[in-house]
Every structure is written in structure tokens, then in C-alpha cells.
């Protein structure tokens, strides 16, 4: 399968620069002044140095990868609980913002609403098994009567056919920018921008399915990078590709996992700068990702 590109927002996101010249020893006097680290990439620009210190930048990385990855129907499930939230008229729709809510409306219930949403949520047969299909967009504001914030301005569809001969397809794309105060789920609660897409296979119920993660999303505060992340037959528990994290100078740390899968490690970069030999992304957080297998796997 390919993979698409996601120089685009990395471009609009992360800060370029240049490599020090040789002989700027600035890095080194730090180290031996202060017994810092000091910046090992450096830019003209000074306050565009990387400002992770060594101990820190595998905590920001694993504190990163922390979240997992979203799961639309949770999202789905909330942002329907807001649209029930209002009245016949404001916003006017069972699981949408009705014509009210364009120049905006405060429901009977306290509830404000303005722009427009829909979700579309279809399950069923198919001729040869089984669909859900869950279509989500908004270019919207609510606020709850306790004062809570959601807002939405992008798209999010997922897909899963569950053939009766076992196998299984599935992708979820997320693009945009969406919150909700009041979410339980930590993408969502923290709010999250940018583009994400999950493509998952498998041939039998009985057979590992493949499970491909491709991306960049900001959560917060943190600005996370999935560069082909898959897991295969060959490779179960450990995945193969990268991934990248956004340092506050703007600056992206890159981890590229071994091709065979047999480590969590990997040399640490930024641009073409080696940072570190090796930075291991911390078991339970790549097991955390891949369980997200699991999670498409079970019957909903």
C-alpha cells in the first residue's frame, strides 16, 4: 500500500535551519560549563536551538505517544451526546446542527450551538458480511450550560467490512481541528489537529492483520509524527517505520525502528543530524499502539 506524504504539514509546522559551521565549538563549551548536554544541532538563530535536554527528550517522546490513538466512535458518542444537549429548535436535528444553529442559538437547555455538523452512522449486513461505516464533519462551536467547549472544523470517516469468509478491512482518516472539554479521551479532551490515517487488513479471523499509521497530529501541546508505522504477520508486537516528535524550538525529532522489527530502538535524528546512537521508545507505550489491532479486531 503507499503511503502519503506528510512534508506538507511538516513543512507548515516545524522550523527549518542550518547545521552550525564546523568549528563552532558553542555546543561543547555548554556542555563543559554547565555539564548540560548543550545543543548537539545547532541554527543560526539561537533561540532556535533544541531545547530538550538529553534526559528529557525520551519522557517528551514516550509522554507523546502516551494518548494511543483516537477512536472515532468514543468521539462519536460524545459529540452526539452534545447535539442531544439542545432542543427541537436549536439546534434542530437529532445528530446535527440544523438550519437554528447557523448564526448561532442557545437551546431551553443552556445550551449554545453555532455553524453546522452532521454525524452519518450506518451498521448492517452486506451482501458478503458485515459494515459499519461512521462519517463525521463540522465547521461548529457549542458550548454547554456548564460552560464546557467543543469545537470541530475538519472531517472524520471510518470504514470496517467484515467479510464472512473472516477476512477484514478497515481505515480511519482523520483531518482538522477538534476539542471538547468535557471528552474523556485524551486526544479529544486536549484537542487535536492535523491529518491521521489507520489502515487495517487481515486475510482470516484466525490471521495477524496488518495495521498501517501514517500522520501528523498535534495533541495539546505536542506535536506528534507517524511515519509509516506497520505491524504485520512478520512483525506482531513490534512495529517497523517511525516516528517523530516536535521539539518547543520547532525543530522534529525522528526514531526509525528497525526493518527486521526486533527492537524498539533507534538511532535519534533531526533532519539529517544524528542526536543520539540510540533512543528506545518504552515497551508498554508501542504496546499500547498495537493493541489498537486488537481493538478493530473485536466485534463492536
Known amino acids: 500500500m503507499s503511503s502519503p506524504s506528510p512534508a506538507l504539514l511538516l513543512a507548515l509546522l516545524a522550523c ?24 548537539r544541532y545547532t ?29 472515532p466512535f468514543r468521539v462519536m458518542n460524545e459529540l452526539s451526546g452534545l447535539y442531544g444537549a439542545g432542543d427541537e429548535f436549536c439546534p434542530g436535528a437529532e445528530n446535527a446542527m440544523g438550519e437554528g ?7 431551553s437547555t443552556g445550551t449554545f450551538y453555532l455553524g453546522i455538523g ?7 449486513d452486506s451482501p458478503d458480511g458485515f459494515e459499519i461505516s461512521l462519517y463525521m464533519m463540522g465547521d461548529m462551536e457549542i458550548v454547554t450550560a456548564e460552560g464546557e467547549r467543543a469545537a470541530v472544523g475538519g472531517h472524520w470517516t471510518t470504514f470496517k467490512h467484515d467479510r464472512m469468509d473472516g477476512a477484514a478491512i478497515f481505515e480511519m482518516l482523520f483531518e482538522g481541528s477538534w476539542s471538547w472539554e468535557g ?13 491521521l490515517d489507520i489502515i487495517g487488513e487481515r486475510e482470516t479471523r484466525e490471521s495477524t492483520p496488518d495495521l498501517w499509521v501514517d500522520g501528523v497530529v498535534g495533541v495539546g501541546d505536542q506535536y506528534i509524527a507517524f511515519y509509516g508505522l506497520q505491524w504485520n504477520e512478520t512483525c506482531p508486537d513490534l512495529p517497523t517505520g517511525g516516528v517523530g516528535v516536535r521539539d518547543p524550538s520547532g525543530h522534529w525529532y ?18 539529517d543530524e544524528l542526536i543520539e546512537d540510540e533512543i ?21
Open 101 to 107: 444553529a447557523i448564526l448561532g442559538c442557545t437551546a
Open 280 to 300: 528506545c521508545l518504552p515497551m508498554d507505550v508501542v504496546h499500547d499502539l498495537a493493541s489498537y489491532i486488537t481493538g478493530w479486531r473485536e466485534e463492536r
Open 43 to 71: 541554527v543560526d538563530d539561537p533561540g532556535l536551538q533544541l531545547q530538550w535536554t538529553a534526559e528529557e527528550r525520551s519522557d517528551r517522546i514516550a509522554d507523546a505517544l502516551t494518548a494511543g490513538l483516537p477512536d
Open 183 to 195: 471528552s474523556t479521551t485524551p486526544w479529544y479532551r486536549d484537542g487535536m489537529s492535523g491529518w
Open 254 to 271: 525522528r526514531v526509525d525502528l528497525p526493518e527486521d522489527c526486533s527492537s524498539p530502538c533507534g538511532p535519534l535524528m533531526v533532519g
Open 118 to 124: 452532521t454525524i452519518q452512522f450506518h451498521e448492517g
Open 16 to 39: 527549518t535551519g542550518t547545521t552550525a559551521p564546523a568549528g563552532d565549538d558553542t555546543g561543547a563549551a555548554a556542555t563543559a560549563d554547565s555539564g548540560d548536554p548543550g545543543p
